[in-house]
């Protein structure tokens, strides 16, 4: 199977890129499976449903959460109903929503998706993800109930993402992470069939301070100062990502490639 993950879709540079290019890019790439986190898309924070339903509309399989899933008040009931959507599976019990389903791919095929937080240098202390993954992966193991898994490890700390990668070494067809915004280049597939990236960037506009404009940003950093809030920068995106091939047999991973195409980065499509 052919999957495409694309990285933090950030305001409407990232949204007006990812719509305009994700249905010709299924076909030129020849995609059984496409998941996006839109976890910024709604003017840097968060998604809203009406946001959701265009990115499926455009050719998302499934949508994935990070840190900001809730920033916008209507995703609290949107993904209740939308069960394309998921929201990080180590939050509160009580949240709303699911942070692992398996979904249905291209002839018959079925892909389990997962996103869990991480812990390092992040803003709450979110559950364990370790343990939350293992449980969630137990439930739709690769040959069991899912040809292919996808993890998204929405984590700051590099480290963390890669200890994920090696934990769920054999039983994911790919551990990739986001929240950095910046893609990082060390796609691989790990000893047991794993495929690998540490942070697969965002879909925005690259001149900017990770997705926002940079006034702001540059002003708060240099003046140690509170002040306006964050807007997202408004140029041209560079959609960000990797594209992964699965062997269908055993769903583990038979190629990995950064996936970067517009804006300001080089780009890279395997
Ligand atoms: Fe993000
Ligand atoms: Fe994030």
């Excluded at 305009?20 to 840097?44: I, K, M, S, T, Y």
């Excluded at 509160?92 to 892909?111: C, E, I, L, S, Y």
């Excluded at 306006?228 to 995106?237: D, I, L, N, Q, W």
Aim: aromatic share 6%; hydrophobic share 45%; proline share 5%.
């Amino acid at each position: 199977m052919r999957l495409l993950y694309l990285g933090d879709v950030v305001g409407r540079s990232g949204r007006e890129a990812l719509i305009a290019r994700l249905p010709a890019l299924r076909e030129a790439l020849r995609l059984d499976f496409v998941a996006v986190n839109a976890e910024n898309a709604a003017a840097g924070f968060g998604c809203t449903a009406k946001i959701a339903d265009e990115i499926l509309a455009a050719g998302a399989d499934a949508i994935l959460l990070g840190d900001h899933a809730f920033d916008q008040k209507d995703m609290l009931g949107h993904i209740e109903r939308e069960k394309r959507v998921l929201r990080p599976l180590n939050i509160a019990k009580t949240a709303p929503g699911a942070g692992f389903r398996v979904f249905p791919a291209t002839r018959g095929r079925r892909v389990a998706v997962g996103v869990a937080l991480g812990r390092v240098f992040m803003k709450q202390p979110y559950d364990d993800p370790f343990s939350a993954l293992d449980a969630a992966l137990k439930t739709a193991p690769l040959g069991g109930g899912a040809d292919a898994v996808l993890v998204e490890i929405h984590a700051e700390a590099t480290s963390e993402k890669a200890a994920v990668g090696f934990w769920l070494d054999g039983r994911a067809s790919l551990v990739v992470g986001a929240h950095t915004h910046v893609p990082t280049a060390d796609a691989r597939i790990l000893p047991k069939g794993t495929a690998f990236q540490s942070d697969a960037g965002m879909c925005g506009d690259y001149d900017s301070v990770i997705g926002m404009a940079k006034a702001e940003p540059l002003r708060r950093f240099v003046t140690g100062m509170p002040g306006e809030r964050f807007e997202p920068a408004s140029g041209a995106a560079t959609l960000c990502g990797v594209l992964v091939e699965t062997d269908d047999a055993t769903g583990r991973a038979v190629s990995v490639a950064p996936f970067r195409e517009g804006g300001d980065l080089a780009p890279a499509s395997g």
